[in-house]
């Protein structure tokens, strides 16, 4: 019970040790999501491989210990960057078994950067431009999630067989311009799959190119819970809460 409470100190707590401890998880989820993007279009070597056994390793350890302390082990389990993980690490151990390229769900590996509330929490309490323009970030490493994902996809499946820095640049091309949906038609995907991944990425880039503008041009909404009601948006200026009119302390830089 002692090592428990002690492990659920780090990763709930509200010590600057334990927000250390998860500015430390952020910087590991930040170096294996460019390990992974950037080992995408290499060939397979027995150096990745241990690379990547070493960081499945340490995603299934920090996986366990967040279910091991959590509550509600069900509804962490469910959690968005508890999925990405675990699809991490099946497809960490499904390619070498198959035989095939499962780079793509590795990219999912960055929708942990801020998708762990109490990591968010950090970052508000921490750092006033994370406060001020949380949706617009939050928004933005939604995309970037996306972008890459996609592009693994399409070089896995129409690039594979040429592998290279320069197909992936074309698989990065060919994505940035169907989620924008300029098509400029000198790079497709063919056959039946690809024409459907094509469709897939221009609704789904679409919804987050829409997100992401709203979230830098509307009017912005800083995250403080009310302690009366519960709503958790108020203008960044505000001081009562305008559901149920209770005093809401949103924290500032102060007076200049």
Sequence with gaps: MALRETISALYTGRTRRAARFR???????VITVAFFIVTVPLARSAPIAVCEAVIGALILVDMGLRLWIAPDRWRSLWQVHTLADLVVVVSLVAEPLLGVNLSFLKALRALRLVHSWRV??????DTAFFREHEQGIVASVDLFAFIFVATSAVYVLQFDAEPG???????????????TTTGYGDITMTGTGGKLMAVVMMVAGVALFFRLARALFVPRKVIQRCTACGLNRHDPDAIHCKHCGATVNIPTGGAA
Excluded: E, S
């Excluded at 500015?23 to 989820?29: A, E, K, N, P």
């Excluded at 968010?120 to 309490?125: E, M, W």
């Excluded at 320069?166 to 169907?178: K, N, P």
């Design 23 to 29: 500015y430390t998880l952020i910087g590991l989820d």
């Design 120 to 125: 968010a929490q950090d970052l508000r309490r």
């Design 165 to 179: 820095f320069a197909a992936y640049a074309d698989a990065l091309y060919f994505t940035v311009a169907t989620l």
